[in-house]
């Protein structure tokens, strides 16, 4: 499935079908036992992407590409960043710009559409959690040579790693798509991305988060 198409079904998902499911997920709000899990897995995920960065960010510009309902940008404005959260679904970005802190408006713009519209401009780190997973080898390899040449410092993002349960769950979803769940996560490896960037940039594992239902890789890829 090409980009463009990806990123349709992507937007489609979070702004009609699931914007409830996760406002719920990323408040304090009591949730199922399975989904407690992953909220547990994202807290930990954002909190090592978070320590890739300096705690002082003051002067610094900052994507936070796929900001979802804003947790990662509220974070990166209390570090004194200046962020740009962009995220494809309009309904996200304003559960994101809602919930920011009063104190921390004036450090942060809002925008929905694409994280790699060179209309964004340039920064000094991107952080891309959980906003790449749905794509192919070839469209997140092209994702990363389009941001690294616009950021002085590193894009940290994550991928969906090559472990047996993702991979079981991949293959059923090929064999059974349904219109109204979330798009597919495509599996990756980390040695499989790095060989295809040799020449663009180089890639650090950073490592991996597993809670319940949650899997997820970080990795920073600088040019």
């Known amino acids: 499935m090409s980009y463009d198409r990806t990123l349709t079904r992507v937007e489609t998902y979070f702004d009609k079908t699931a914007t409830r499911t996760w406002e719920r997920l990323t408040s304090d709000a009591p949730v199922s036992r399975i989904r407690e899990t992953v909220r547990r897995g ?10 890739q960065l300096p705690q002082d960010l003051r002067g610094a510009r900052v994507l936070d590409a796929g900001c979802g309902a804003g947790q990662m940008t509220a974070e990166l404005a209390a570090r004194g960043a200046d ?3 962009v995220d494809i679904s309009p309904a996200l970005v304003e559960i994101a710009r809602r ?4 104190d921390l408006a004036g450090r942060v713009t809002f925008a929905s559409g694409d994280m790699l519209s060179p209309d964004l401009g340039g920064f000094d780190h991107v952080m891309a959690m959980d906003s790449l997973i749905y ?5 997140i390899r092209n994702a ?7 950021t002085a410092g590193a894009v940290v993002f994550t991928v969906a790693p090559r472990t047996t349960l993702l991979m079981g769950m ?3 979803g090929k064999l059974f798509p349904r219109s109204d769940r979330s798009p597919v996560m495509i599996p ?3 040695a499989s991305l790095a060989q295809g960037l040799q020449g663009a940039g180089r890639i650090r594992d950073l490592g991996r988060i597993t809670s319940g239902f949650y899997i997820s890789q970080a990795l920073e890829f600088r040019t």
Not at 42 to 51: E, S
Not at 99 to 102: F, G, I, S, T, V
């Open 144 to 150: 990363l040579e389009t941001l690294g040449k616009r």
């Open 99 to 102: 919930r920011l802190p009063a």
């Open 135 to 139: 794509y192919g080898d070839n469209d």
């Open 42 to 51: 994202r807290d930990g995920m954002r909190a090592k992407m978070l320590a």
């Open 170 to 172: 991949w293959y059923a």
């Open 83 to 85: 962020v740009l959260a």
């Open 188 to 190: 990756h490896s980390p």
